[in-house]
């Protein structure tokens, strides 16, 4: 047990400091956090958060909803600096392909500037695309995005068993293979 620790304590250490540190709360209320400095997550935005998100470096929302996706395309208009992307999943049904569809997305919009992910609480859905993300480009392991997702402050709900079935070595490695990652 001692050994095991001594070494996931010197691989931590061992990891670039910004593959370690958690997300960083920009506004509670909107459940937004910076990942990095080309990833943030948030729930859905409403009006208020508007003047928050607008002084980020913020340069496309990828929304995850699969029902209601008007919301962003009523906050911003097409004459703000702001791409808005629908890629909508079905929470009970995510797999690696659409994982990897939407890291895919992420890489894509992060050439532009900074992607906002979300969807309607910015827990479930935002979750898992937010821990593969860590596991994909951080280099996390399973266990900590998987922590990060179920243990952290975003309010991850536990009845998304399947989601929680998404943290393995196989998935990953799909999720690798169709990003061209093998």
């Not at 691989?11 to 670039?16: G, M, N, S, T, Y």
């Not at 709360?25 to 943030?40: C, F």
């Not at 929470?91 to 992607?115: C, H, M, S």
């Not at 179920?150 to 799909?174: D, I, Q, R």
Request: with cysteine.
């Amino acid at each position: 047990m001692k050994k095991t620790l001594l070494v996931s304590f010197l691989l931590l250490l061992a990891l670039p400091l910004w593959a370690q540190q958690k997300a960083i709360l920009v506004h509670q209320e909107a459940n937004l956090y910076k990942v990095d400095s080309l990833l943030y997550r948030s729930q859905q935005l409403v009006a208020e958060d508007k003047a928050i998100v607008k002084k980020l470096p913020i340069k496309s929302i990828i929304n995850l909803r699969y029902f209601t996706r008007t919301g962003d395309h009523k906050l911003f208009n097409a004459s703000e600096d702001i791409q808005l992307i629908n890629y909508p999943l079905l929470t009970w049904r995510i797999n690696a392909f659409e994982i990897a569809q939407t890291l895919k997305l992420i890489r894509k919009y992060q050439q532009k500037g900074a992607v906002l992910i979300h969807c309607y609480h910015g827990a479930d859905r935002t979750g898992i695309m937010v821990a593969m993300y860590r596991i994909i480009y951080h280099h996390w392991s399973i266990e900590a995005a998987k922590q990060e997702m179920l243990n952290g402050p975003y309010g991850y709900h536990s009845v998304w068993k399947n989601l929680e079935a998404l943290f393995t070595k196989n998935t990953v490695n799909e999720v690798r293979k169709h990003l061209g990652m093998l």
